[in-house]
């Protein structure tokens, strides 16, 4: 009898290629699901052989076996969450819905396993797994882990649908520019943009057309001369996971915040900012909202002085002097452009993609003495995803570092870091695969201003968390540290773009190759603290919104539009500034727990950076030897193997201080 020869699924094979990358052309969507049903089976099976050892309990046969379990799922879940951020696709789509409950049901397979964690629980010196342990519940009463179970997978099951609700917001939105009317005031690059993603969206030849990108949108806000284009783009950017029918992400917001509620009760906690921050540095949400405050009050006066020049710039240009949301941007340029002789259009030229990640790279290697080197020809999931391998001081490779920076209709807005495969000291040591994700707008060249530049500094700060760290245990390695310290080593390397000698060697003009011209350098530092209550604003309030969402007591029921207005209102929003988020479209807060109560550690790790970066400027050089190395040691290769405080104290000599965050900020 002839039988039908079975399919061969590659992700249950050893990966022979290079480096151990995934075999990203030989997989499909439909191997995800049997490839994760043999992976999860495999890693209980390890762990219910840990939790029937008879011997006792050491770090050895317990602490140790457990980290070295569940490679397998491993390696397959995070190939899937960075297809699904990246490259996703309709199936692949349907393969997270499918997955989201049965990833979350094995989570509490884990954490809920009785046996397992009683010998955990006699090795109370590693108390980052023990912690894990008892967060996912594991000391909950028995008659409560069934409904806490619950809990946790419906919640897995509405974050994917809420992320894919705004992706299909923005991936579905297209706004055509007919006639040069309509592509009034754009600069030359927005322009190139606009065609590209014309032609990318399949318009006709000739066609221009914005998308939500920030990298479009946020440049066409600025520089737009059309007041009523400006206001639909922007009323479609905070209307994303808002509108009725299948892609409203209010009823799943609102049963997100009941479920987590239900979740920090079950754990003893009176509210779900409680239960999130046992875990954080901030410790309680006085600390967090004491420390937005600082910031909140003095933006907001700055923010009326930086009002009025704005208003006299309407007026001169017959614009309306009753200011909206979507007049902001523009006026502010064009403030900037009077008062420190500045264009952004003029600037953008300097700032090619490439040139600025070769001037990242150049920052690493005078810091931490690492290379890259760009290799061709390795097959990955996307024709604009490069690689770069990454050696050390004495040329030995250390890891990978991938670099996927455009937009498009299959990846999710934003900019983040990722891994295919985290730094460790298994099996005599594993090659970290780190991969940056960003949203540029796709030309040629591809120019960026220079909070795109920061952005790109920004999430390769990730990137170096991940390459350099030096743990011997996966749990401890790279970003796996407290969600208001994770911020730290990202934000301290955005300093880096900013410096004078870093820009006179690799700012040069796109076309002349002219290095940036001193007096634009000048321009540049003399504009840096120009709108930054405009950014603080924008940042802060949906910080505290966030606090206040999340500091309801148990029980207490959510109107999502009604919440959010009557906060706006509480805190004093200015109409005319607004947030940088809303509830609908926040995914910070609701593709996941990682952010949920914890936006403000953004500028928690701005507390310490700036203090930290100030390190370098009282040894009077941007690239000091033996403050580079202190960094390096106690911050970006330490991963979570010291407590953060101590970490960070051992890095600057004290503790922290608030007051060279304000004072970047123009706060103080």
Partial sequence: M????????????????????????????????PAFEVALAVHLQELETIAACVELANFENTLLAF?????????????????????????LQAVERALAPRLAAHENAIYMNAALFSRIDTIRLVERVHLDFVRAGAQLPQASRAHYAQVTEELASLYAAFGQNVL??????????????????????????????????????????LTLSPSM??????????????????????SRGAHAGAHDNRPIAARIMVLRQEQAALHGYASYADYELVDRMAENTHAVVDLLTKAWEPAKAKAEQDRLELVAMARQLGEPVALEAWDWRYLAEKVRQKKYDLNDAEVKPYFALDNMVQAMFDCAQRLFGITFVEQMGHTLYHPDARLWEVRGREGALIGIFIGDNFARASKRSGAWMSVFRSQSGHNGGT???VINNNNFAKASPTLLSFDDVRTLFHEFGHGLHGLLSQARYE???????????????????ENWAEQEEVLLKHARHC??????????LAKLKSAKLFNQAWFTVQYVGPALIDMALHALPNGTSVDLDAFEAQQRARIGVPDDIGLRHHLSHFQHLFTGPGYAAGYYVYMWAEVLEADGFEAFEEAGNVFDTATAERLLSHVYSAGNTVEPAAGFRAFRGRDPRVEPMLRKRGLM
Avoid: C
């Avoid at 005031?185 to 969206?201: D, N």
């Avoid at 749990?475 to 390397?493: C, K, N």
């Fill in 67 to 91: 980290d070295e379990s569940g490679r397998l799922r491993s390696q397959i879940e995070l190939l899937f969450n960075n297809l699904t951020s990246s490259e996703t696709s309709p199936e």
């Fill in 475 to 493: 749990r401890l390695a790279g970003t796996s540290v407290l969600r208001d310290y994770v911020e730290l080593p990202s934000q301290i390397f």
């Fill in 2 to 33: 002839n039988r039908e020869p079975v399919p061969v699924n590659p992700l249950l094979h050893v990966w022979s290629t290079p480096y151990g990358l995934p075999p990203f052309a030989d997989v499909k969507a439909e191997h995800f699901l």
């Fill in 217 to 238: 949108a946020e440049p066409f806000l600025t520089f737009s001369s059309r007041r009523d284009l400006r206001e639909t783009l922007w009323r479609a950017r905070v």
């Fill in 511 to 520: 076309e002349t190759g002219e290095v940036i011209p001193a007096a634009v």
């Fill in 168 to 209: 299909a917001d923005e991936s579905s939105f297209v706004m055509e520019l007919k006639g040069e009317s309509d592509l009034a005031g754009l600069p030359g690059f927005l322009r190139a943009s606009a065609a590209a993603a014309a032609q990318q969206r399949g318009l006709s030849d000739g066609s221009f057309a």
């Fill in 431 to 433: 090659l970290p695969i």
